[in-house]
């Protein structure tokens, strides 16, 4: 027989052999699931103990609550945190005081007092250790992960979470997008801000999400009021459903766990 005859199927076979190869994700990293939502709600908020906090636990499912360490809610209503933490929600680091760079624009809410541009670096890495203390001296636990304050991500041109990498899992960012387990970065993860979007918008991202076998993170601030960024209780409890729904196929979990199988699946590439 022709040799070429026989090479054309063999190189075929090769051919669909490693695009099978290529496009078999591994789901180890998402607990075996199609992919990863996290949700995350910043500032600490009187919302997230009175609304949110009650939606997850009515569905048994847990959330990452960014907290700042001097806000009033924290003081008042460190039992109700306690108990959040004890029913599977993160306690994630917001800072200190939550210091944005008050030299970029549209800054014009920085207090002088808040501005992280005045910061030193040391200042800025100092004030997050002690937010540490302060949520490990609520929940107990050692591993969380950092939300930055405003998404700054610089002092001048030092990268200041360079010098916290050891003390978190990951931090998470607000630039927006969905990636998969090689793409992200932990220093940065990317997430989706939501701020009055259709439950069909967030729905549909995770339909995406649970598609393309990537990480979608949810950025919210209040939900039902609380905050001038807000999302209506309704959107946000059909959010909650389609994932309760779906959990067969969807891993929903709090940031530091997935970062951590994010790192640990990194690791070993
Ligand atoms: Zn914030």
């Not at 039992?79 to 800054?107: I, Q, T, V, Y």
């Not at 014009?108 to 800025?124: E, G, H, L, Q, W």
């Not at 729904?245 to 951590?260: K, R, Y």
Request: net charge neutral; charged share 25%; proline share 4%.
């Amino acid at each position: 027989m022709n040799r070429k005859l026989i090479l054309i199927p063999l190189i075929l076979l090769f051919a669909v052999a490693t695009v099978r190869a290529q496009k078999a994700p591994d789901l180890k990293v998402w607990n075996n699931k199609q992919c990863a939502v996290v949700l995350t709600y910043d500032d600490a908020i009187d919302v997230d103990l009175d609304n949110v906090i009650p939606a997850l636990d009515s569905l048994n499912l847990k959330g990452t609550f960014y907290i700042i360490g001097s806000s009033p809610v924290v003081y008042k209503r460190l039992d109700e945190w306690r108990l959040a933490a004890k029913h599977g929600h993160e306690l994630g680091n917001h800072a200190l005081f939550h210091p944005c760079d008050g030299s970029l624009p549209g800054r014009s809410f920085v207090t002088p007092d808040n501005d992280r541009s005045k910061y030193s670096v040391s200042r800025a890495v100092s004030e997050i250790r002690v937010n540490n203390t302060l949520l490990k001296a609520i929940d107990g636990k050692d591993k969380r992960t950092f939300a930055y304050p405003c998404g700054d991500l610089k002092i001048g041109d030092v990268y200041f979470y360079d010098q916290l990498k050891k003390d978190f899992a990951g931090a998470r960012g607000v630039w927006a997008g969905k990636q998969t387990a090689d793409q992200v970065k932990l220093d940065n993860i990317e997430c989706y801000g939501i701020n009055g979007q259709s439950a069909d918008y967030m729905i549909d991202l995770v339909k995406k999400a649970q598609q393309t076998h990537t990480l979608l993170v949810f950025l919210f601030h209040g939900v039902g009021g609380g905050h001038s960024i807000n999302e209506p209780l309704d959107a946000h409890s059909k959010l909650l459903h389609y994932l309760k729904d779906h959990e067969n196929d969807i891993w929903i979990a709090p940031m530091v766990d997935v970062a951590e199988n994010i790192s640990a699946y990194q690791a070993a590439k």
